[in-house]
């Protein structure tokens, strides 16, 4: 009767995941049908679009709206040339710039579709589709169904999620063997048996024959699958990775040798797309480059700089560029899942399944986290693998504290067995080290700015949420009116500068007056000696610019103060600036977007 009992209860969840990935299904038929029309064939293709894909509009918010592409679809992108290869095929292991599994995916949708262009979208759509059932099976994995059924629902039904889903790109597949992978990493690590490593194998070569790029989580987390977790259980896991990686390289290896014979780099698929970055910086990018070699080069050139886009690759642009395809669904919601994810994701630290997570997931984002500030590099699409991880992390901490009140309302007693202690210097280690993380990331901007300058490149003292270390007292917050701003509160306003070299710079003042019809100049102070005094150009186009000379005489090495004194400060209530922050008593000056440091040397004098 137990045994019945227990397959009851099994089957609940299984019923709501298949009923899931079928809502899920419906809402991306819709969006497919919104965005190219309904199809006339074949039949089945005829039935999905005419028949299945109405129902969706009682099951989807109004708002769930997609606007019709014209009569060429697919074109100005990487869908059509993912059509284009698939085509042109050969071979599953064929030497090519695009790795194979989307491209076989979708020649399969071709074959069922008759050659129809609109296979790259339901190739993606499978992808995406096939991602509700990963990250339902993960949540799973980690002890809670309920956990993965919420994540898992969130993936269903996110506006973002679904309308990449319909264009075409591959990203979708990665998300899902991305999230396939990590279920299966976390199910080796609880239970390493050769059945578990098997499929941990085809999984990861899964991954990385849809972007080579895998490797970069998919090698770091087989080394952490043995290091981390009960030491007694250390050979097992060791045994069991070893049979994941040989699955994994006896599915993969045939690409990477194919692409190693035809153009002599077995990792082709990666090293290709550094001409297109290189491209995008303004750089020679006629010759190949590896790109190991390339990522080497921006270090070299730009240490502080590279550093700083990475951290910001890992942890910050695509965690804060997500959240916000919920709203139509719940107002705020979004916001209240990002907050829960932070702390699921600090949570992940204290036990084996999450800390392998965090590998998982700062490992998948890396190739991106070297060039995301470079042309489109920074797409929602890049780091769409990333987000039922998040989502997981936010149902997490909600299903632990969860537990956590319901234990201790039963057994009060096991309150006493808890090593508080313990708990607590751990906390405090975590919270310690976040706190030092969160101040070293803000006064980055400093030693960026000095690097740059130092190498003889323009630098902008930008106004923004990590300007802190540039801007002092008398400035208000920084604001978002187009483009982000200060505001001076006082008589007085300082900007501080970083000047590696004492000599002389050239600036550019980006300011206006808030009050131009009462405000006519601003003193301009450098070290508290006097600089120069602005008359003010006003034009309501165009926000003002005012070049300056920074003499070498009022320059010193470091930090160097620039004041701006207008002569009459305004009352707030006064002026038709409104900056939310502000009381109507207070009085302000300037409104700042930044200051252009023109930082090249003059150049060296000729000998006689």
């Known amino acids: 009767m137990s045994g019945m009992a227990r397959r009851g209860s099994a089957a609940i969840p299984a019923l709501f995941t298949i009923a899931l990935i079928a809502y899920g299904a419906i809402l991306r ?25 109405p129902r969706a509009a009682f099951l989807r918010p109004a708002a769930y709206l997609w606007h019709r592409v014209g009569d060429q679809p697919y074109v ?34 071709l074959w069922l579709l008759s050659d129809q262009d609109a296979a790259v979208s339901f190739a993606s759509m499978t992808g995406s589709v096939l991602t509700i059932l990963a990250t339902y099976l993960l949540g799973a994995a980690l002890g809670s169904r309920p956990s993965g059924l919420a994540a898992a ?9 679904i309308s990449w889903s319909v264009e075409g790109w591959r990203d979708d597949v990665f998300t899902a063997m991305v999230m396939f992978s990590a279920w299966a990493f976390v199910r080796c690590l609880q239970v390493p048996s050769p059945a578990r490593a098997l499929v941990l194998g085809v ?8 972007r080579v790029t895998a490797l970069t989580f998919v090698l770091p987390a087989f080394a952490w699958l043995i290091v981390d977790g009960d030491a007694a259980n250390r050979r097992r ?56 070699t390339y990522i080497a080069s921006k270090m070299t050139q730009k240490p502080i700089s590279t550093i700083d886009t990475a951290i910001t690759g890992i942890f910050v642009h695509p965690f804060a560029n997500k959240w916000t395809g919920l709203e139509a669904w719940a107002r705020g919601a979004g916001r209240v899942l990002s907050w829960l994810a932070i702390v699921g994701l ?25 060039t995301w500030n470079i042309g489109t590099g920074g797409v929602w699409r890049f780091t769409m693998h990333a987000y039922p991880l998040y989502l997981l992390a936010a149902v997490s901490a909600v299903d632990a504290a969860g537990r956590g009140a319901i234990g201790a309302w039963r057994e009060p007693k096991r309150l006493r067995t808890v090593s508080w202690r313990s708990w607590t210097l751990r906390l405090t280690a975590v919270v310690g080290a976040g706190v030092l993380a969160y101040a070293f990331y803000m006064v980055l901007p400093w030693f960026i700015a000095r ?13 923004g949420p990590r300007d802190v270390t540039f801007f002092g007292a008398g400035w208000s917050g920084a604001y978002m009116d187009g483009l982000t701003f200060r505001v001076s509160r006082s008589e007085r306003a300082t900007v501080r500068i970083p000047l590696p070299a004492r000599r002389t710079y050239q600036i550019v003042l980006r300011l206006d007056p808030v009050a131009p019809d009462r405000q006519r100049r601003a003193v301009v102070l450098l070290n508290r000696q006097l600089l120069a005094i602005l008359p003010f150009v006003w034009n309501a186009d165009k926000v003002g610019s005012y070049p300056l000379q920074l003499p070498e005489g009022k320059v010193r090495v470091g930090s160097n103060e620039l004041t701006i004194v207008p002569d009459v400060v305004v009352p707030a209530a006064s002026v038709a600036l409104r900056v939310p922050a502000e009381q109507a008593g207070d009085n302000l000056g300037v409104r700042l977007w930044y200051v252009r440091v023109l930082a090249t040397a003059p150049a060296p004098a000729q000998a006689p």
């Open 29 to 53: 038929l819709d969006a497919f049908v919104q965005t190219y029309g309904p199809m006339a064939s074949p039949s089945w293709a005829r039935v999905l679009t005419h028949d299945v894909a």
């Open 76 to 109: 100005g992108g990487d869908p059509i040339n993912y059509l284009k290869y698939a085509r042109e095929m050969r071979s599953f292991y064929q030497a090519h710039v695009r790795e194979p599994i989307f491209l076989a995916l979708t020649r399969g949708f």
């Open 153 to 161: 629902f969130v993936m269903a039904v996110e506006y973002d999620v």
């Open 203 to 210: 999984m990861t070569a899964g991954a990385c024959l849809t």
């Open 237 to 292: 896991r060791a045994t069991a990775a070893a049979v994941a990686v040989l699955v994994c390289g006896v599915l993969a290896a045939p690409y990477f040798i194919s692409c190693a014979l035809a153009t002599g780099d077995p990792l082709y698929a990666i090293d290709y797309h550094t001409g297109f970055y290189r491209y995008g910086e303004g750089v020679p990018s006629e010759q190949p480059m590896s790109a190991a």
């Open 346 to 370: 600090v949570t992940w630290l204290f036990f084996p399944d999450g800390r392998l997570l965090l590998v998982i997931l700062c490992g998948s984002l890396l190739p991106y986290a070297f």
């Open 451 to 463: 690097e740059a300058i130092a190498a003889g490149a323009d630098a902008s003292i930008a106004t």
